[in-house]
């Protein structure tokens, strides 16, 4: 019998999953029979990861508990938690799958995309934005104002670009046969060119 625990609290109109004791086997296992019973109280709710049961999960555990609630349609608000000996803060995000529409992700560090962003995703990111897809909705680099960092994706067509401070909205200034492309600052500007490795 699973000795695993998380306690689901409902705090400003987010689930809070607080982790208790448990492996990760066990996390996933206990969440999937939860999100099965009740679909449509998961569905679509923002979520957050808390409890000192996750410091005890390796990063790899920690992304398949947040692949599942993805799985489910709920949305990630605080989408990385400290694993065995990570540093607390600034770890870059993976993610392996395609972001719908009206997903929000956001990572302390760099964010790397395995997959498209529809229109009306939103990501943000401390560092760089990567998408190894199509990018449609809006990615936020260097959000907490880090004019180096820089958005890259294999097909451009966002409905924004932020960098820093700096704003470029849609146009149609994005090459139509799809090329990888990379956006980042130059003075007050957003520039975005075709990217070719060296």
Known sequence: MSLAKIDIKGVN????????????????????????????????SPVLF???G???????????????CLDYGMILHNVHVPGRGEKPAGEDMFIYR???????????GSMIIWGDVHESAELTAAKDVIILGKLE??????????VNSTIFALNLSPKQLRIGDKISRASGNYIKN?????????????????????
């Open 13 to 44: 109109k987010s689930l809070v999953f607080v982790f208790s004791s448990g492996s990760g086997e066990e996390y996933a296992s206990l969440l999937k029979n939860r999100f099965e019973s009740n679909r449509q109280l998961f569905e679509g």
């Open 50 to 52: 808390q409890g000192d």
């Open 54 to 68: 996750l410091q005890q999960l390796s990063r790899e555990e920690v992304a398949t508990l947040q692949r599942l």
């Open 98 to 108: 395609t972001l719908r529409s009206g997903q929000n992700l956001h990572s302390e």
């Open 137 to 146: 909705g809006i990615a936020h680099a260097g959000c907490y104002g880090d």
């Open 178 to 198: 799809p090329v990888p492309q990379i956006a980042y600052t130059e003075g007050d500007n957003i520039c975005i060119k075709e990217y070719k490795p060296r």
